[in-house]
């Protein structure tokens, strides 16, 4: 009991000193103008103590744009393909064909994909609200919203009065790699030479007719896309090239959510303020239940057929889909070469992580800021063609834009 006392005792006294150390600190910071990284006064911390900083404030201003253009990218998926109710605003009857094909994947991907829309709808909406009532600006993305939506049945065309979007649905290029890296025993972070294979495509660690080889659409285009199928009885109702729109969607799903499960816990090792920790770690993991969600249900992707083969007429890529739950699996001793490709396989197999003498983990990965930070974001999602301009063929001026928030948020350095 007195050991125990004792501690409590040294525990409290440690938290004394290190509050009025840090504040100390934040007071000297503020006396020399709030330099980059300096303490925010207006705003403290649950209980700690330790005001936000201007990395917190920098780290949260990128994480609201970024959920804008999260948010944008869903809302086009939920129109066509999502649960069509009043919840989740924009909705416009959906498009039945295309839904139809969607469940090949899981008879619940219209509502998996709608609620995957409300959660993302809300990241950005809250995070702008947080931001405001600590007296800093949010961001708005509305000044590159000019890409077009889609022509298909569904699609709002008055998306907030001209339907114009932030992201491309049409032009993808996805690194389906984070398949085998989360079934991997070798770990980005860890293992500089690790290799990690796509998903899609021959399997033989090329881009060939990979969804990283070329650029494929993620949606109907128009109702081109859907003709000659009907949601009568998938997947024999479907034609192969929207069976292929389809899975393109699945496997993009599962990209854009890997992307949230690493970013949140590499900004979060950059915070300083308690509740903007607790912000973090509390809407980091819903993005890593979204990842594994999507990653179940692209595992389902031309399921016990022989390899499917399309070659979109309108980007003139070719992909080929291949049933993974017959794919290669576990082996004894672990590959080193990133080629475990099962379906099922979907929680993270244990990896390399900070010293081989502590032996393999089961982690998120990555979580450094080269491979998951704030830039490692901003330019995965220009490589997937989010934001290329159909009339131009290049990114839009959102890339840059993007790139200042996230270059600021990655030099966020934690405070003490």
């Known amino acids: 009991m007195k050991q125990s006392e004792g501690l409590t005792k040294l525990s409290a006294n440690r938290r004394s000193f290190l509050k009025k150390g840090v504040m100390g600190a934040g007071a000297a910071a503020l006396s020399a103008g709030l330099l980059p990284g300096s303490l925010v006064a207006s ?199 929207l069976q292929a729109i389809a899975f393109t969607a699945g496997f993009h799903f599962a990209f854009i959510e890997q992307g949230g499960t690493s970013l949140y816990p590499a900004l979060a090792q950059k915070v300083s303020n308690l509740e903007v920790l607790r912000i973090l770690l509390s809407i980091g993991p819903s993005e890593t239940m979204h990842f594994q969600t999507w990653q179940d249900k692209g595992g389902n992707a031309n399921q016990g057929n022989p390899p499917l083969t399309v070659t979109d007429p309108v980007n003139n890529s070719t992909v080929t889909f291949r049933d993974l739950h017959v794919a290669q699996g576990e082996t004894n001793p672990e590959s080193l070469n990133g080629d475990t490709l099962q379906a099922n396989l979907i929680m993270p197999e244990p990896t390399h992580f900070l010293d081989p003498d502590f032996g393999p983990v089961a982690i998120i990965r990555p979580t450094s800021t080269q491979f998951g930070g704030a830039v490692a974001s901003v330019n995965s999602f220009a490589q997937d063609g989010l934001f290329l301009d159909p009339k131009t063929g290049k990114n839009t001026g959102i890339v840059p834009f993007l790139l200042r928030l996230a270059e600021e948020a990655d030099e966020a350095k934690r405070q003490l």
Request: net charge negative; proline share 6%; charged share 20%.
């Open 43 to 241: 705003a403290q911390g649950e209980d700690d103590g330790v005001s936000i900083t201007k990395g917190d404030i920098a780290i949260l201003t990128f994480l609201q744009a970024l959920e804008q253009v999260e948010a944008d990218l869903w809302i086009q998926y939920s129109e066509l393909g999502g649960t069509q109710d009043n919840e989740v605003s924009g909705v416009n009857g959906g498009n039945p064909t295309y839904m139809a094909a969607l469940t090949i994947l899981d008879g619940d991907m219209p509502q998996y994909i709608h609620d995957n829309t409300d959660d993302e709808i809300s990241h950005a909406a809250f995070l702008k609200k947080y931001l405001e009532s600590k007296g800093a600006s949010a961001v708005s993305l509305e000044p590159f919203r000019h890409l077009p939506t889609s022509k298909a049945t569904g699609a709002n065309q008055n998306f907030r009065g001209d339907g114009g979007r932030l992201t491309n649905l049409t032009q993808l290029t996805i690194d389906t790699s984070f398949w085998t890296r989360y079934r991997s025993i070798t770990n980005p972070d860890f293992d500089p030479a690790a290799q990690f294979i796509q998903a899609t495509g021959n399997f033989d660690g090329s881009n060939t007719n990979s969804l990283n080889g070329g650029r494929f659409t993620a949606i109907p285009r128009n109702d081109n896309d859907t003709a000659g199928s009907d949601p009568s009885n998938p997947p024999k109702s479907i034609l192969p090239n």
